[in-house]
């Protein structure tokens, strides 16, 4: 570890001649003011929600690497439609990471900052992928005696987005919900949650493999979408649960389109009359991944009581207000072992981060592999 | 005109085989209760939304005739598919017709009802494709002195809708929208309230001569879908109008996405700071019609703040409550013979309307084509 005075720090470069550039970058460390610490960051993971700031829709086929095995440079294409949506990021040299944990190394003046000195604390707010990190102490959380960097680093974005989905299906009067890619670290969690507080939950995977992930933690409903009888599966699924609410992280081809299908046919099972608009019951799925960068194809053969709209952690936890947002993070840390626990594929330094067969590897968004990053490294 | 004891009756019935069949039947006119009056049916309209339950997805061209001239059967095969989701309604003989106008010529008992004695009333309620209507006095409305029947006929769909559309615009805090086959008769509606209530609104058309019909009637922004610089004409007139709701008749093919494309594109114009996310200004989308029957395709090249729904007049109706459909109803028969006059193609009578040239016709849905039958021809 050097004094802290400056560090590491990965960035994100878009050009306005459409080249990408990823690169590490020596930045001072700024001084912590009285509501501030700076910690030293020892654990950030890559989560599929930083990509499209790192990557985007860059062409990484296009990728060449330059500057040094210490300091490596990545270069890649910008397709030109993508280009245009990225104005406002131009020419910018942009820090990455949503979420990190690590160990206060300096404080600010205010009693709260300097009881934080020598915590291990979790932190959200960007720019994660990052030796030191100056910090408002709001924006830490102590973790709990015993709890690693490693521990604490996912505590925010997954753990979040699975208890506001759950969240989000209460407030909008849906009674059991709906989960793709659901053998990912956010579904396991998502499984966890759903068996704790009896919640039906409709898993849908790929693979007899992830199937047995979910089943080995205990998951009742678990549908996969390339057998013969997925639709019946699902249908049956959705009848047993009542579920009329999706959270889709694939977002491309025909899955949406499958969901509210299968759930308006569960909904005319028990219609009692003919409705010429399809049954009355309001299904909703919310996209908020895309594994699947290919249009999502809508038959609409499901009435129109229906809404497929995008879902995003930040402002559904803005809607939520503070009393829900403390609830819910209360429950992460009382948990973060146990329900929230993260499983990582490789602990990687920032310089691996730009390694191009690391970067393919963790662009590809397999299901069960995730990075984590740690800057000290 | 006969006694009105009895009438013909226009009926769709899908058989299990998977046949459908459209026939006249000939029924009893039940008699009036205290609170219902008879009406003799001399005009009502048929709309994209009668056909849904009047023919559906059937394949028509498999039609065949039978009957005879005065009472003409049609027979047509639904795909196996739509059979599936139609099943409530299998071997049950279906009246057809949301809307009509006529004149009352008996009445029940009620002090309401007798005073409805001879006047000329438009009514909602289904089964209007039929010579005598017994309908209770709640769903009857007068029509002012002069009108006839023909003017009274599309009072509800067609006008409520239109009122409906900028009524959830003001509900769901957008301050302008947009519309697509924006020169139809409901199209047409919406600009003339448009230009009186001063909201801005962008109509999106199919061809010039679309766009002459609205430039005709005072339109201000006419965007055509054909053009090859439809994105920017859309994109431009969004930005000046600050639309960011959109109500669709179209639903299939790319149009939808391509509406919350420009509207992506329009609130970054104005955007300060870069979001990864896309901008955080919520679009939506409401698809109401499927002119064009191939799936929806989203590009979801805009963000994750965005919904696209399917919009019903009846939910809306029961949703903004009794207050705002008073305030409604009242401003459609004030504006009756202007801002809400209907233009019909043709008047016909119950068994033209099942002629296969004339079924042809109004199942293209042409835009600015309309049918209006007249029961008592």
New interface residues.
């Given amino acids: 570890m050097s004094d802290g005075k400056s560090g590491l720090q990965l960035r994100s470069l878009l050009k306005k001649s459409g080249e990408l550039e990823l690169s590490l970058v020596d930045v001072p460390t700024p001084e912590p003011a009285n509501d501030e610490v700076v910690v030293h960051v020892e654990a950030t993971p890559i989560n599929p929600s930083d990509l ?2 790192l990557i ?1 829709p860059a062409d990484m086929s296009t990728a060449k690497v330059s500057g040094t095995r210490d300091a490596p440079v990545i270069t890649a294409k910008m397709p030109e ?2 280009l ?6 131009l020419d ?1 040299s ?1 820090p990455v990471g949503n979420e990190g944990a690590g160990v206060v190394v300096r404080t600010g003046s205010s009693d709260a900052a300097k009881a934080l000195m020598g915590k291990t604390v979790s932190m959200i707010g960007g720019a994660m992928y990052t030796q030191y990190r100056t910090i408002k102490v709001r924006d830490v959380m102590e973790l709990p005696a015993g709890a690693t960097p490693a521990d604490g680093a996912s505590w925010f974005v997954n753990p979040l987005t699975a208890l506001g989905m759950t969240e989000t299906m209460r407030r909008e009067n849906h009674k059991a919900l709906v989960h793709t890619a659901a053998a990912s670290n956010l579904g396991q969690m998502l499984n966890k949650i759903c068996i704790k507080d009896g919640i039906g939950l409709v898993n849908i995977v790929r693979s007899k493999e992830q199937a047995d992930i979910l089943h080995k933690i205990g998951a009742k409903h678990v549908v996969d979408s390339t057998a013969a009888s997925f639709m019946e599966d699902l249908t049956g699924a959705l009848v047993e649960t009542g579920a009329t609410i999706a959270f889709d992280a694939i ?2 081809g025909k899955l949406a ?1 499958q969901i509210l299908t299968a759930m ?2 569960a909904a ?1 099972k028990t ?1 009692k ?6 049954s ?1 019951v309001f299904k909703q799925v919310y ?2 991944g ?1 594994l699947d960068n290919r ?7 499901f ?10 952690l ?2 559904f936890l803005m809607k939520a207000g503070p009393e829900v947002n403390a609830r819910m993070r209360k429950r992460v840390v009382d948990e973060l072992t146990t329900t929230f626990a993260s499983h990582y594929t490789a602990t990687i330094s920032l310089a691996d981060a730009l390694r191009p067969e690391i970067v393919a590897a963790y662009q590809r968004k397999t299901t069960g592999e995730k990075y984590l990053i740690d800057p000290s490294l």
Avoid: D, F, H, K
């Fill in positions: 499209g700031l985007g439609a993508a245009r949506m990225m104005a406002a990021r910018q942009l977002g491309g389109s308006e046919i005319n219609a009359e003919y409705s010429r608009y399809g009355s996209i908020y895309s249009p999502t194809e809508l038959t609409r053969a009435g129109l009581t229906w809404s497929v709209s995008g879902w995003l930040t402002p």
